[in-house]
């Protein structure tokens, strides 16, 4: 397995001229980008931005999409949506080994399965797990993948905001022990600052901001020293005084 230094020196992602349209309609406008294996980067941007656009397209989801994409293998990228995805008719294990096999499999599930807190729910049906319980599930199915990329489309927005701060936490330990490269969308610039080392905000279909957060981990929202990233990213965002 290579170093975390190792992997920084040779990107995840590589976009050029990334284009997407739909009828008419640039949304995604020549965009050139390079992801650093092992980097957490967010990717924020308004509704209708092009950001799930993006993420397809780097997903391999996309075919229509112009110019180039990954890098990665394809076997070697995880996605989380949204909603969990979960199958309702097989049981939580069944779900997070969903299309893998082996004997180790079972074993790896398990694990992944104890490391989001859901040890002991390993027969539940998905109906019986809570939202932030499904998203951890969700997790785990993607973490038993050991992806080298991990995509993440808006994958906290549907919880409260108590559950989606222990998401953090969680999905930010869960790095540091794996170490993919992340590419986190979402609209929470809060979330972004005290997630991300990278964030990026997609605007008129290219990438209007490339933002380093330099703070050490783990961040607090009450840090007064995001305070200055977060004016950045709303002024970039269009978000003034008067719409606070
Ligand atoms: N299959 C499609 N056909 C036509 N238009 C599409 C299609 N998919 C996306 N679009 C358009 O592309 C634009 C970008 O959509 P996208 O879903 O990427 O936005 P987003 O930034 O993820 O927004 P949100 O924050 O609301 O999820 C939107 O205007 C959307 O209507
Ligand atoms: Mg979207």
């Avoid at 559950?163 to 986190?184: A, C, D, G, K, N």
Wanted: aromatic share 4%.
């Amino acid at each position: 397995m290579a170093t975390h230094t190792e992997q920084l020196t040779r990107p995840a992602v590589r976009l050029r001229g990334l284009t997407r349209s739909f009828d008419d309609r640039t949304v995604l406008d020549a965009i050139d980008l390079d992801l650093p294996a092992g980097q957490f980067t967010a990717l924020l941007g308004h509704s209708g931005s092009g950001k799930s656009t993006l993420l397809r397209a780097v997903a391999g989801l996309d075919h229509e999409v112009a110019g180039s994409g990954r890098l990665t293998a394809p076997e070697t990228v995880s996605v989380v949506f949204q909603d969990s995805r979960l199958l309702p008719w097989r049981r939580v294990l069944a779900n997070v080994l969903l299309g893998i096999e082996g004997n180790e499999a079972a074993h790896r599930a398990r694990a992944a399965l104890a490391e989001v807190g859901l040890a002991g729910r390993e027969e539940a049906w998905p109906s019986e797990l809570s939202g932030g319980e499904a998203q951890r599930a969700a997790l785990a199915r993607s973490l038993v993948r050991e992806p080298e990329l991990l995509l993440a489309d808006e994958p906290f927005g549907a919880l409260d905001a108590l559950t989606r701060i222990r998401m953090h936490v969680l999905l930010r330990e869960l790095w540091e022990r794996h170490r993919p490269s992340v590419l986190l969308v979402t609209h929470d610039v809060d979330e972004a600052i005290v997630l991300a080392d990278r964030v990026l905000v997609l605007d008129q279909g290219r990438i209007g901001l490339d933002l380093t957060i330099d703070r050490p981990h783990p961040r607090s929202y009450r840090d007064p020293l995001l305070g200055e990233y977060r004016e950045r990213l709303l002024t970039a965002l269009g978000v003034t005084e008067d719409h606070k």
